[in-house]
């Protein structure tokens, strides 16, 4: 039960991109802070992690492709993000940053 | 300064999304502003204009005045000044089917507490006072947007005009005023062309009134 104390690898960081960086099929001029999680999870974080290794190590599980490893990913997200495009129409845009990281 | 073909008003909005508080409270009013209820309504209007009161109490000054009162330099006119405009999403917050009296806007701002507090908040400090070197009654430009910026979010909500000069209204008119013409045109007039308002406003878009960037706050 080590929690989130052994997942040091995993941490939120952040860039300043344009709206239009995200590719998302936006026209606007505006500018956002994105915070995206990054860094590795190798030490087991929970019982079930361990044994899906072990299981992985001892081929128990034979031929299936199951991910022996929890991944660094997102686990709360950040505010909402509103802009105004160029045909002054605003646009909000959910779920789109990290606030927290985990190994999950 | 000299004039530079940025739009402030859009820097103003960049500034904003960077900041996390103003990012916060401006998608937190944007979302109920834009979020069509039904085929009949464009939007909730009462959680629009709730949300509007929350961004200028909430965010600091100097990015919810930044986007408010950014200054248009003549060059870029368009882009700016429509930027400005929409910075309080008027097809929800100001807009609606029929165009009221003034004066009838007006009884109906005074039924509501804070709706008529915030009116007689405007009226006491953007006075007007053409011997003054400000423009105004009370030598106080910061308190005067700050009375401004506090009827957004109300009936009484004012927006820009499409006009070449710096002038706003609330949404309503003086036709059918009858015998009340000349005090309709008074109270719109107040709005559409007050030197003190306009100084206060071209002020902070020209950063030439530091202390509008720190008002005190509403007692």
């Known amino acids: 039960s080590g929690g989130r104390s052994r997942s040091r690898g995993c941490v939120l960081k952040e860039i300043h991109l344009n709206v239009t960086d995200l590719d998302l099929g936006y026209h606007t001029k505006e500018e956002l802070i994105f915070r995206y999680c990054s860094g590795s999870c190798n030490a087991p974080e929970t019982t079930y992690d361990l044994i899906l290794k072990n299981l992985t190590k001892n081929k128990k599980l034979g031929k299936e492709r199951v991910k022996p490893q929890a991944c660094c990913r997102p686990t709360a997200f950040d505010d909402n993000l509103s802009f105004l495009d160029d045909s002054l129409v605003y646009h909000t845009l959910t779920k789109h940053s990290a606030k927290k990281c985990g190994c999950v | ?219």
């Open chain 2, 1 to 219: 300064p000299a004039v530079t073909k940025e739009n402030n008003c859009l820097n103003a909005a960049k500034a904003c999304n960077l900041n996390d508080t103003c990012k916060k409270y401006r998608s937190a009013y944007i979302s109920p502003c834009t979020s069509r209820v039904s085929t009949a309504e464009v939007c909730n209007k009462r959680k629009c204009h709730k949300a509007l009161r929350q961004f200028f109490d909430k965010v600091p000054p100097k990015h919810s005045y930044g986007m408010l009162f950014c200054s248009c330099p003549p060059v870029d006119q368009l882009a700016c000044t429509e930027r400005r405009r929409q910075t309080i999403v008027p097809v929800c917050s100001y807009e609606d089917k029929e165009k009221p009296n003034c004066l009838s806007l007006q009884v109906s701002c005074k039924t509501n507490y804070i709706c008529r507090s915030r009116l007689a908040d405007f009226f006491t400090n953007c006075q007007p006072e053409p011997r003054s070197l400000s423009g105004c009654l009370k030598e106080n430009y910061a308190d005067c947007l700050l009375s401004y910026s506090g009827l957004i979010g109300t009936v009484m909500t004012p927006n820009y005009l499409r006009s070449s000069q710096i002038s706003v209204s609330p949404w309503c008119d003086c036709s059918g005023s009858g015998n009340n013409k000349e005090e309709c045109d008074k109270f719109v007039e107040f709005f559409t062309n007050n030197t003190c308002l306009r100084n206060a406003i071209q002020a902070f878009g020209n950063g030439t009134d530091l202390s509008v960037w720190q008002p005190m706050p509403p007692v």
